[in-house]
C-alpha cells in the first residue's frame, strides 16, 4: 500500500492516547476505526500495520486478534485479558497446530500401553477426553487417564448385594463420559459411577435378563440399557436421586442403542432392533423411524437431529443392495441413501464426524467417505483385510481399525495411507481428538481352551488378554512420553519374568 498524503496528521503515541486515527483525507474517533477494522483478515491487518505508526497500532488492537483467535476455533474458554499479546497467542497455536499434523503424518510421537494385570481378558472399552475405561472377564472396571501418564488407574468397585459371594460376573458394556462412568455385567446388574466422588457406585439396578445394549449420553447424567424387549432409561431427579425416568416395550431384541445429543427436557432413545428402529420419547413411547422386512439393521450412530444407520439385504432383494440410511430425528424422515456395496456397513460414525460428512467401514474391507448434501461417495480406502471394524474421521485424516488387529491412519484428501499399527485381536474401539489417539484391541473369545488364563503363565495371557493402546503426538508432551514404557523406571520389581520389566534410563543398573 502506499503511504498516506504528506497531508495527514501523524499520531506518534501509544493506542490510549489516540483520539483520532487518519483514513484517507478524514479524522475518524478511535472507536470507530477499530470497527472498520475488524472486517479485515490477518493478511490485510498485516499490511495496514505498514502504512503508518498509527495504524499499527490499530492494526495490532489486541481486540482484533482476540476476535481472529476465536474465529478459527483457538482458546475458546479464555477472555480477552489472559494473554497480553493475542497476535502472538495466534501465531503459537497456528504453529501447534501445523507441529501436531506433520507429527501425526510422520508417527512422530509416544505409544503407551495400558498397564494390564495377569488373569484379566478385556471385554469392553470406551474412552472419553482421554480418560479410558475398562471391563474385563473377572468383574473389574479400570480406569485411566492418558493425559498423565504417571497416574495409577483405580478400580472401580462394584456394590456387592448379601447374596454376591463368590466370583464376580463378566463385564458386557463399560462407557463414560465427562462425569459418569457405567458399566453393565452379564447378569444383567448396571453400576453408575460419578467421577467426582470416588470408587463406590452412586446407583445401581437390575435386569431380568442379560444386557444387549447400553447407552451413555455424551453429556448430562442419563443412562440407557436394553434388556429383553424392554428398553429402560436411568437418570436423577431435581433432588439428585436416581429413578427411572421411561420404560419402552419394543418387538424384538435390541442390537444397537444410543441416546440423542443435546436434547432439552426427556431424553430420547434410538433404539436398532432387527430390522425395525425405534425412536422413542415420552411423548410417543413406540415410534418407528424405519422398519423394513428382511433388511437388519447392521450399525448405528445418531448426532444431535440425525440418525444413520446400515441396512442388510439379501440374496432375493437384488433391487436393493446394502446401505447407509440418513433420517431426521424430528419428522422422521428418510434424508438420504448413500453407498452400493456388496458387503454389509459394521461400522458408522456420524455423530464426530465434520459437518455434512459421514464415514463408514465395511465387511467388503473398505472405508467409505459420503457427503451428505451429494449422497455420493467422496472416496473409498481399500483398508483391511477381514473387514472394518471402527471408524473415525476429521477435516483431514482418517483413522480405522480392522477385524484382523491392524489400525491404520489415511489422508483424506490424497487417499493414502500415512502409517499402520498392529495388535493380535480385533480393533473394537478408537477415539482420537487433536493430539491423542486410542485404541482397544479385545478378543472375542472371553474362555480361551487349552490354557487356563488364570494361570501365572506370561505367555499365554499376553496372547489372549487383549490391549489398549494410548498415541500422543504433542509437542508439550512428549519429553516424558518419547521414553518407551519398558524404560521409564529403576528396575525395582520383585519378579522379572513377567511383562512388567522397567529399566532405567539410558542403562539398566542390574
Not at 424384538?252 to 432387527?274: C, I
Request: with cysteine; aromatic share 10%.
Amino acid at each position: 500500500l502506499k503511504k498516506p498524503n504528506k497531508r495527514f496528521s501523524f499520531f506518534f503515541s501509544f493506542q490510549n492516547e489516540i483520539n483520532e486515527v487518519p483514513f484517507f483525507d478524514i479524522q475518524l474517533p478511535y472507536e470507530l476505526a477499530l470497527k472498520i477494522f475488524q472486517y479485515l483478515g490477518k493478511t490485510e491487518l498485516g499490511r495496514c500495520a505498514q502504512v503508518s505508526r498509527t495504524w499499527k497500532v490499530l492494526a495490532e488492537d489486541e481486540v482484533l486478534w482476540y476476535r481472529l483467535c476465536q474465529q478459527e476455533g483457538y482458546l475458546l474458554d479464555t477472555s480477552i485479558s489472559d494473554r497480553s499479546c493475542w497476535k502472538l497467542a495466534l501465531k503459537d497455536c497456528r504453529a501447534r497446530e501445523r507441529t501436531l499434523k506433520t507429527n501425526w503424518k510422520n508417527r512422530i510421537g509416544a505409544v503407551s500401553q495400558l498397564p494390564y494385570e495377569l488373569g484379566k481378558i478385556l471385554c469392553d472399552v470406551h474412552s472419553c477426553d482421554g480418560v479410558v475405561i475398562a471391563g474385563y472377564t473377572s468383574g473389574a472396571v479400570r480406569l485411566w487417564d492418558t493425559r498423565t501418564w504417571d497416574y495409577t488407574a483405580p478400580i472401580l468397585e462394584a456394590m456387592h448385594g448379601p447374596g454376591d459371594a463368590g466370583p464376580q460376573p463378566h463385564v458386557s458394556f463399560v462407557r463414560i463420559n465427562s462425569s459418569l462412568a457405567v458399566a453393565a455385567y452379564e447378569d444383567g446388574t448396571v453400576s453408575v459411577w460419578s467421577l467426582m466422588f470416588g470408587r463406590e457406585p452412586i446407583h445401581r439396578y437390575q435386569h431380568n435378563q442379560r444386557i444387549q445394549a447400553l447407552a451413555l449420553g455424551s453429556e448430562g447424567a442419563t443412562v440407557a440399557t436394553a434388556s429383553g424387549f424392554e428398553v429402560k432409561v436411568e437418570s436423577p431427579n431435581d433432588r439428585g436421586f436416581w429413578q427411572t425416568t421411561e420404560t419402552f416395550e419394543i418387538q424384538k431384541l435390541v442390537n444397537f442403542l444410543n441416546l440423542v445429543p443435546d436434547v432439552t427436557g426427556s431424553p430420547v432413545t434410538v433404539a436398532a432392533a432387527e430390522d425395525i428402529v425405534y425412536l422413542l420419547k415420552a411423548e410417543d413411547p413406540g415410534k418407528i423411524l424405519h422398519s423394513v422386512y428382511g433388511q437388519p439393521v447392521t450399525c448405528l450412530d445418531v448426532s444431535a437431529h440425525e440418525a444413520a444407520f446400515g441396512v442388510k439385504t439379501f440374496g432375493w432383494l437384488l433391487n436393493e443392495p446394502n446401505q447407509i440410511l440418513l433420517y431426521n430425528l424430528e419428522t422422521s424422515q428418510c434424508l438420504k441413501k448413500m453407498g452400493n456395496s456388496i458387503g454389509d456397513f459394521t461400522c458408522v460414525n456420524l455423530q464426530n464426524s465434520p459437518p455434512n460428512m459421514v464415514v463408514t467401514g465395511n465387511k467388503d474391507r473398505r472405508v467409505r467417505v459420503f457427503d451428505l448434501r451429494k449422497s455420493e461417495s467422496l472416496c473409498s480406502l481399500y483398508a483391511h483385510q477381514l473387514g472394518v471394524s471402527a471408524v473415525q474421521m476429521d477435516d483431514w485424516k482418517i483413522v480405522s481399525g480392522g477385524e484382523e488387529g491392524l489400525v491404520c491412519v489415511w489422508d483424506q484428501r490424497m487417499g493414502t495411507k500415512l502409517w499402520e499399527m498392529h495388535a493380535r485381536h480385533p480393533v473394537r474401539h478408537l477415539w482420537f481428538n487433536s493430539h491423542s489417539l486410542i485404541t482397544a484391541n479385545i478378543p472375542d473369545e472371553k474362555t480361551p481352551r487349552g490354557a487356563s488364563i488364570t494361570d501365572d503363565d506370561p505367555a499365554v495371557h499376553c496372547k489372549h488378554r487383549g490391549i489398549i493402546y494410548a498415541y500422543e503426538f504433542s509437542v508439550d508432551q512428549l519429553a516424558v512420553e518419547s521414553v518407551l514404557p519398558i524404560c521409564r523406571s529403576s528396575y525395582d520389581e520383585v519378579t522379572g519374568y513377567n511383562y512388567n520389566i522397567g529399566l532405567a534410563v539410558p542403562y539398566d543398573n542390574i
